[in-house]
């Protein structure tokens, strides 16, 4: 990445975030969790992320690629205070309740089961505080017959059907990232902001019961009526489309490959007039409708990646502009960090870490009214102290 191209954000117009009076207290871990709470915290929500002492969240352990931290941690938690318990011990577990007493949301993805053991599930901490908004993060679900299934990222996409659309015909491939704790996170944090919106109006919280399985699932909205009353699902294609051609990725002369998609038929007699040169192919019965070029994907892929071959990538898409035919090139980690388009609309400022000074984008969603927060990146229980004497603890003693 450029590093002289960063830019910090501008000033807030009124200095005042949507959530700067809201305070979480997350018991969390891995991605989905971390995610929905790094989103509150970028609005402004005061988040107390809670950790085990020492060690902290496992995520910090898996792996050293942001220069020296966890690639996942430093994605996810950013903006956020480390307060480090012991929740087997009954003083720091006191600490906690106490905490969450004068919190406005508790976010948790422990294992099934374990907030209840500790006398720390939505019934029993509403109960004593009817404003508190509890959003639990798992696999399942908090009941049905998987509740207690262990549920890791690739196990839901397994379960949501993911893995059996995704990929090539022979061999299923995951998603690159963690699409089912995105997923699940991204729900969890839309609905802590209805919850909050709705708490506004009626003065009460509520318990919010977000599953990664249901939140895949959700993504899966389109294969899923594609292959409704058990009709064939859509077929794995790679990186093409399943069922519009020519929609997907394609070689250019240079080694580069361009990814293109054709919508209707104006796109493709302007694709064979000004990107194939070859304007008497729009009429040509094997592909004069996209499901004559579906059904003669081979032969359109033969002429496609000829003309392809003799031209570089930015060749071909220079034709693609001027023929107003959608295509993006094929980037590599490398080129979106350096991406033009980021770059040009200032979405890049740092933060700190224990590492140092952290480049990171920011939220998508250019705001006018307020800045977003983009705080330090927490060592484990750095806030542990301050926690404490604002509650009037001090270790081992109430």
Known sequence: MNMSKQTAPSPTQTGVRPLDHITVVSLEHAIAAPFCTRQLADLGARVIKVERPVVGDFARAYDQRARGESSHFVWVNRSKESLALDLKDPHDLAVLKKLIGQADVVVQNLAPGATARMGLDAATLRAENPRLIVCDISGYGNDGPYRDKKAYDLLIQSEAG???????????????????????????????????????????????????????????????????????????????????????????????????????????????????????????????????????????????????????????IDRLDIAQIANARMNTMADLWNHPQLQARERWTSVDSPAGDLPALLPPGKQSAFDYRMGAIPKVGEHTDAILKELGVFRGVF
């Not at 729900?187 to 399985?213: E, P």
């Not at 249901?214 to 794995?236: Q, V």
């Open 162 to 316: 993911f893995l059996s659309i995704t990929g090539t015909r022979e061999q299923p491939s995951k998603s690159g990232n963690s699409i089912a704790d995105i997923a699940a996170g991204m729900y969890a944090y839309t609905n802590i902001l209805s919850a909050l919106i709705q708490r506004d109006k009626t003065g009460k919280g509520s318990h919010i019961d977000v599953s990664m399985l249901e939140a895949l699932g959700e993504w899966m909205g389109f294969p899923m009526y594609y292959a409704m009353d058990n009709a064939s699902p859509p077929p794995r294609n790679a990186a093409a489309h399943a069922t519009i051609y020519p929609y997907g990725p394609f070689a250019a002369g240079d080694g580069g490959t361009v990814m293109l998609g054709l919508q209707n038929e104006r796109e493709w007699v302007q694709f064979c007039q000004h990107v194939l040169q070859q304007p008497a192919l729009a009429t040509d019965a094997r592909f004069d409708s996209n499901a004559q070029r579906n059904a003669h994907r081979q032969d359109l892929e033969k002429i496609i990646l000829q003309t392809f071959a003799s031209l570089t990538t930015a060749q071909v």
